[in-house]
């Protein structure tokens, strides 16, 4: 990329951070109040839907991506689906913000944008493994990528539970991803990731470290789906063997938390949907660590994902398998840390 192109594009940039912070001003203002209750880790009644900030700014920025970018579009199938997809999850998870329906309606709409996306294309078609090439997937392919973005979604959900947690990671996950893509000519990925990185670092100062507003699920669920997204639009990367894994290793932190929470209230024979205090980083924080450290614990594991990617890019054919697991590690470290932190506060049950 030359230096005007960056200049351009960082220009573009700052306007669209600037539309998103005055679209998060504006909810305050709304007042859509998110009230205290038992499972929330906030005290006193916050607006909620600042997320509308981000979702707003991102397809403006879409919307001019699509009018006068079209080397960074997609194939219009795929544009058109993805872009439909995500509104579908934003109106829904808006009306959820509203008025709080329950979990099966909130699945049923994200399986329906789901299988908009899908349908339109855009789904993992095959695996580019180490001296296989690539190997071609059928449809497994795509009941693996609606599985993939309805977990995805719901993890981002389920870990928007303290200011800055699940805004912070999202924002380094795009920011890693937009420089990756641009190195490896993926430019919708590049743009996509650089538009949502736009809407987040607007609101962020609005939400940490104390907040002003939360971004609600109508943030949470659509940032969760736009990473899923963006994880099959990574998947085509031409040159990165194993290039679907880049995602998961940047959303290791809350894809472990999500999974082995899930896994644990299963065996403990506790109904899954039920609302609940169980995971790690709300055990960590009722065992008494501050909020705003287990946010950074947080943006830490994102970080080392991202660097974890970078490491695989270039890791040889042989060891790009092994660097994956490699994102595991401080992931066992934090859960033997909130496993003794809340056995020393007395925290007999997790639920």
Same mark, same amino acid.
Request: proline share 5%; glycine share 12%; aromatic share 12%.
């Given at each position: 990329?030359?230096?005007?192109?960056?200049?351009?594009?960082?220009?573009?940039?700052?306007?669209?951070?600037?539309?998103?912070?005055?679209?998060?001003?504006?909810?305050?203002?709304?007042?859509?109040?998110?009230?205290?209750?038992?499972?929330?880790?906030?005290?006193?009644?916050?607006?909620?839907?600042?997320?509308?900030?981000?979702?707003?700014?991102?397809?403006?920025?879409?919307?001019?991506?699509?009018?006068?970018?079209?080397?960074?579009?997609?194939?219009?199938?795929?544009?058109?689906?993805?872009?439909?997809?995500?509104?579908?999850?934003?109106?829904?998870?808006?009306?959820?913000?509203?008025?709080?329906?329950?979990?099966?309606?909130?699945?049923?709409?994200?399986?329906?944008?789901?299988?908009?996306?899908?349908?339109?294309?855009?789904?993992?078609?095959?695996?580019?493994?180490?001296?296989?090439?690539?190997?071609?997937?059928?449809?497994?392919?795509?009941?693996?990528?609606?599985?993939?973005?309805? *977990?995805?979604?719901?993890?981002?959900?389920?870990?928007?539970?303290?200011?800055?947690?699940?805004?912070?990671?999202?924002?380094?996950?795009?920011?890693?991803?937009?420089?990756?893509?641009?190195?490896?000519?993926?430019?919708?990925?590049?743009?996509?990731?650089?538009?949502?990185?736009?809407?987040?670092?607007?609101?962020?100062?609005?939400? *940490?470290?104390?907040?002003?507003?939360?971004?609600?699920?109508?943030?949470?669920?659509?940032?969760?789906?736009?990473?899923?997204?963006?994880?099959?639009?990574?998947?085509?990367?031409?040159?990165?063997?194993?290039?679907?894994?880049?995602?998961?290793?940047?959303?290791?932190?809350?894809?472990?938390?999500?999974?082995?929470?899930?896994?644990?209230?299963?065996?403990?024979?506790?109904?899954?949907?039920?609302?609940?205090?169980?995971?790690?980083?709300?055990?960590?924080?009722?065992?008494?660590?501050?909020?705003?450290?287990?946010?950074?614990?947080?943006?830490?594991?994102?970080?080392?994902?991202?660097?974890?990617?970078?490491?695989?890019?270039?890791?040889?054919?042989?060891?790009?398998?092994?660097?994956?697991?490699?994102?595991?590690?401080?992931?066992?470290?934090?859960?033997?840390?909130?496993?003794?932190?809340?056995?020393?506060?007395?925290?007999?049950?997790?639920?």
């Amino acid at each position: 990329m030359t230096l005007a192109a960056f200049l351009r594009h960082l220009g573009f940039g700052l306007g669209l951070i600037l539309l998103s912070a005055a679209i998060v001003r504006v909810m305050i203002a709304v007042r859509v109040m998110d009230t205290p209750e038992a499972r929330k880790a906030h005290t006193r009644p916050t607006p909620k839907g600042g997320g509308v900030g981000i979702v707003l700014t991102f397809l403006v920025g879409i919307a001019i991506l699509y009018g006068y970018a079209e080397f960074a579009r997609l194939a219009n199938p795929y544009f058109l689906g993805v872009i439909e997809a995500s509104l579908a999850i934003a109106v829904v998870a808006f009306l959820d913000d509203l008025f709080d329906w329950p979990f099966t309606v909130k699945l049923g709409a994200q399986l329906l944008a789901t299988l908009v996306a899908v349908a339109s294309g855009l789904y993992v078609l095959s695996l580019n493994l180490p001296y296989r090439g690539g190997i071609p997937l059928g449809w497994i392919g795509a009941v693996g990528t609606i599985l993939w973005v309805l *977990f995805t979604t719901n993890a981002m959900n389920f870990i928007d539970g303290l200011n800055g947690l699940a805004s912070g990671v999202s924002l380094i996950a795009c920011l890693f991803l937009a420089v990756i893509a641009e190195q490896h000519g993926g430019w919708f990925a590049y743009a996509a990731g650089g538009l949502l990185a736009c809407g987040l670092l607007g609101f962020l100062p609005f939400n *940490f470290p104390k907040a002003r507003i939360f971004m609600g699920d109508v943030g949470s669920q659509f940032c969760g789906f736009m990473l899923a997204m963006l994880a099959v639009v990574a998947s085509r990367f031409d040159g990165i063997e194993l290039s679907f894994l880049l995602m998961p290793m940047l959303l290791a932190g809350v894809l472990f938390d999500v999974a082995f929470t899930l896994v644990r209230r299963a065996l403990q024979g506790e109904r899954l949907t039920q609302p609940h205090r169980g995971h790690l980083y709300q055990v960590a924080h009722r065992s008494g660590m501050p909020a705003v450290t287990v946010t950074l614990v947080h943006w830490g594991f994102a970080t080392w994902g991202g660097l974890c990617c970078l490491a695989f890019i270039a890791a040889p054919s042989s060891l790009k398998p092994l660097v994956p697991l490699v994102t595991l590690i401080p992931q066992v470290v934090w859960l033997i840390f909130v496993i003794r932190r809340s056995r020393a506060a007395g925290l007999k049950r997790w639920g």
